[in-house]
């Protein structure tokens, strides 16, 4: 028996241009910095969500393309308000955990937090 394995990539604010489905993992790259400055080049998005704006449209749109399988990876850093963002993940009611942390040897380390929806 032959397995295909496919991944799907869409360029999106979000979920905004991508068609409705259900997925089996979705990973988010997020910027972490949340400073409230005014984007005036979308090359900033990639560094900067301001007050956290792109985290919480995303998370309030995995429930259209997800289930209770789905796994959601989120991807920061410690240089960014981790505790804030954690807040926001358990506001949202999601169920949560510290996946992997690298870099650790840095003044900054990389996060990946695994999420999954609340039951």
């Not at 990973?27 to 900033?44: A, G, R, T, Y």
């Not at 985290?55 to 410690?78: C, H, M, V």
Request: proline share 6%.
């Amino acid at each position: 028996m032959i397995f295909q394995k496919k991944a799907m990539i869409y360029q999106s604010d979000c979920f905004n241009q991508v068609p409705p489905q259900i997925f089996d993992i979705i990973v988010f790259n997020m910027p972490f910095h949340s400073d409230e400055i005014e984007i005036k080049d979308p090359l900033e998005r990639a560094f900067y969500d301001p007050g956290f704006q792109s985290i919480r449209k995303f998370l309030g749109q995995i429930p259209d393309y997800s289930n209770l399988s789905t796994e959601i990876f989120i991807a920061f850093s410690s240089k960014g308000d981790t505790p804030s963002l954690e807040a926001i993940f358990s506001d949202l009611g999601y169920k949560w955990e510290l996946w992997k942390i690298t870099n650790t040897k840095q003044d900054y380390d990389n996060r990946i937090y695994r999420l999954s929806l609340g039951e």
